[in-house]
């Protein structure tokens, strides 16, 4: 008899309180060794529209909700008795008679929330599609009507969040401007083995498969792939790849998958994980162990760590010695008494730092006929001739100046790593997997591309380019890094509601292109549930700010959001006081983020903008979003020239991206008025 779990079984048992999960957890691995036992107790759903549903008691009032027939048994729902048979009722599995896919579907007369919509003399949303158009795109027939008559968005996200996933999406994606894309037609085969049905059942194996599966609950992204994602994780790709998408559209997920398979390839494969700091680095290690299983012979064939951080071990293995790393302010010194010795007063310490990091350190530019030749990509400040001239000499006395004190810069350490590994024919790993590639820079990517061998699968890289707050823009062909044809984007938002992301994107442009030309398009993009649109607010004090975020912190708490399911954050350092004050005044526990891997239970995170990437939570505060703090007023002043000054307004607008973007369901955003210039953009109207 083949065994299945359904993604419904796992979101129901992530509700449940440990000790009941624990129980259900018994009974389901009970069921998988010996489906026949008679100390399981089946009792049939009589009320349910479904034959096939069956009740298992797990004590005296929690219900395992099953769907048997002769050849197949599946887990489908969990909860307390009449809440579990309430669900079962409302439900049947089948096989939609037009995309093939088995389908959970909520039986149309037993949703008593959804009225039946009143005749209009406006058009439906979905005027212009027949009943079939529907159908091919996985609506269940009785539901066809009801989507029909859908006069707006807000109406149909009520409808979507009834149908089956696939459905949802085809028509949000339509809703928002683009065509209505219609599945491919499927050859014959399992109904459970469409790729629209692999995203919500999973084929059980043995007891082991159904044990890992079970033991993070909440993380269902281990076990089910939106059709989309599999694909990209499956597909053999010629040479480097990527994959691209707005916030909460599941690069990450796809990136850790795609690590997975090239990891259990071969029992020789050694796969980098690799993102841009230890805090993301940290949860990646994290996700990867569960998705492999703690005790798989698989786990130790993937190395995760941050890009310094597999720069610092391959120097160390190279030199048996730790590289000493200039610090920022010591490299300004260095250039400071450069110029002062050369004489060449005529060019600002502001333009020096920044022709330093932006071309001549990541670049390693090593002599002046180098200088003269390297692109100066995105600066608006030309140099002829003659002013390198004078600029080599300030910039060779700061290299030396470093490497006499026995110090190096980051890009001088993985320069050296890349030089080592582009000469060897042994490469340390088989295949590289990055994520937030938006953030690599030029020693980074040509570190990372000489760390495997050219060729199949070498190279995937995941990211958003609405995300890159730390580099400027740079071509990846220039460096030997050509994805062309082989780019990839996702469109399904899976973390951020509806009204969330909608905000959030007025920040950004609808489409943002590479340096090398390629498109990162947000149109079409989609997300798959509804929720209150954001706060954005001003106050005349920073006493007002908190009083109005204490309440809203002490409402969450009320409704049943855990502090650790809420975060807050501000663009710096500097703004850090005001943020716990408010905390203390909510009397909530605080949780500072930091470089360290460490547990948020029942603790309110707090931090700065940077380091929210790859966090999420239900709710969010993004506060002290003042006039001269968001953009930063100390990266305006420093701005050397135009080029400069656009690329932080940008960043600065990518940061706040970033930070409401962790939000799931609830978003406030807050200043002094009369605020930064931004807040206008997220309260622009639709």
Avoid at 191 to 216: G, S
Avoid at 435 to 459: F, I, K, T, Y
Avoid at 473 to 490: C, M, N
């Amino acid at each position: 008899m083949n065994f299945h779990l359904a993604s419904t079984f796992i979101d129901s048992l992530a509700r449940l309180p440990a000790q009941e999960q624990k129980a259900a957890k018994a009974s389901a691995l009970d069921l998988q060794l010996d489906p026949t036992s008679p100390g399981l107790q089946f009792h049939r759903i009589e009320r349910s529209k479904d034959p096939n549903f069956w009740s298992i008691r797990v004590n005296r009032d929690l219900r395992i909700i099953v769907h048997k027939t002769a050849s197949s048994l599946m887990l489908a729902y969990v909860d307390h008795h009449d809440e579990a048979y309430a669900w079962a009722e409302r439900r049947r599995i089948e096989t939609h008679p037009t995309t093939g896919a088995t389908q959970i579907v909520e039986v149309r007369e037993r949703v008593e929330e959804i009225a039946v919509a009143a005749p209009k003399a406006a058009p439906s949303l979905f005027a212009k599609l027949k009943a079939d158009d529907l159908l091919s795109v996985g609506v269940p027939p009785d539901w066809v009507a009801d989507v029909l008559t859908a006069e707006n968005e807000d109406r149909f996200l009520e409808l979507a969040v009834h149908l089956p996933s696939e459905a949802g999406e085809a028509l949000l994606a339509y809703a928002a401007g683009g065509p209505l894309m219609k599945p491919a037609p499927m050859p014959a085969a399992s109904p459970l083995q469409h790729p629209d049905a692999l995203r919500r059942f999973r084929i059980i194996d043995d007891i082991t498969d159904l044990q890992a599966a079970l033991d993070a609950p909440w993380d269902t992204w281990t076990v089910y792939l939106h059709p989309s994602q599999r694909a990209i994780v499956a597909e053999t790709y010629s040479g480097p790849a990527r994959v691209v998408g707005s916030a909460g559209t599941g690069k990450t997920v796809v990136a850790l998958h795609r690590a997975a398979r090239m990891a259990q390839a071969s029992e020789d494969s050694r796969v980098l994980l690799s993102t841009f700091s230890r805090p993301l680095a940290n949860e990646l290690e994290r996700k990867v162990r569960i998705l492999l299983g703690p005790h798989t012979n698989v786990v130790h064939r993937i190395v995760v760590t941050s890009f310094q951080g597999i720069a610092d071990e391959l120097y160390q293995l190279m030199h048996a010695a730790k590289p000493f790393i200039a610090s920022p302010a010591q490299v300004q010194a260095a250039l400071e008494k450069a110029r002062s010795d050369s004489g060449q007063t005529e060019f600002s310490i502001r333009f020096l730092v920044s022709e330093w990091n932006a071309i001549v350190d990541p670049w390693q530019v090593s002599t002046e006929e180098d200088y003269a030749k390297t692109p100066r990509t995105g600066r608006t400040k030309r140099l002829g001739t003659q002013q390198r001239t004078r600029l080599w000499p300030i910039f060779a006395a700061t290299r030396n100046a470093i490497r006499d004190r026995g110090m190096f810069t980051w890009p001088q350490v993985m320069a050296d790593v890349a030089a080592h590994h582009t000469a060897r024919s042994s490469k340390p790993f088989t295949h590289v997997v990055i994520d937030e590639a938006q953030d690599l820079g030029v020693a980074e990517l040509r570190m990372l591309s000489a760390l495997a061998p050219a060729g199949e699968n070498a190279l995937f890289f995941a990211g958003d380019l609405g995300q890159r707050i730390f580099v400027p823009p740079l071509s990846w062909q220039a460096l030997g890094v050509d994805v062309r044809g082989r780019s990839k984007t996702l469109r399904v938002n899976y973390r951020t509601s509806h009204q969330i992301r909608q905000t959030a994107d007025r920040l950004l442009p609808k489409s943002i292109r590479d340096a090398d030309g390629l498109e990162d398009s947000r149109s079409g993009s989609v997300s798959t549930f509804n929720g209150p649109q954001p706060l954005v607010r001003t106050f005349p004090t920073a006493d007002a700010e908190k009083a109005h975020l204490a309440s809203t912190l002490s409402d969450l708490v009320q409704e049943g959001v855990s502090p650790e399911d809420i975060g807050i954050f501000v663009r710096s350092d500097a703004e850090l006081p005001r943020a716990r004050d408010l905390l203390a005044q909510a009397g909530l526990k605080v949780l500072e983020l930091s470089e360290r891997a460490v547990d948020r239970a029942d603790r309110v995170s707090l931090g700065t903008m940077h380091l929210a990437k790859g966090l999420e939570f239900k709710a969010v505060l993004v506060m002290a979003c003042d006039a001269n703090v968001l953009p930063l007023d100390s990266r305006i002043q420093t701005a050397a020239d135009e080029a400069d000054l656009d690329d932080v307004y940008q960043t600065e607008r990518h940061l706040l991206y970033v930070a409401c973007t962790r939000a799931r369901d609830t978003l406030h955003v807050t200043g002094i008025q009369p605020g930064s210039e931004f807040l206008a953009d997220l309260n622009a109207a639709p």
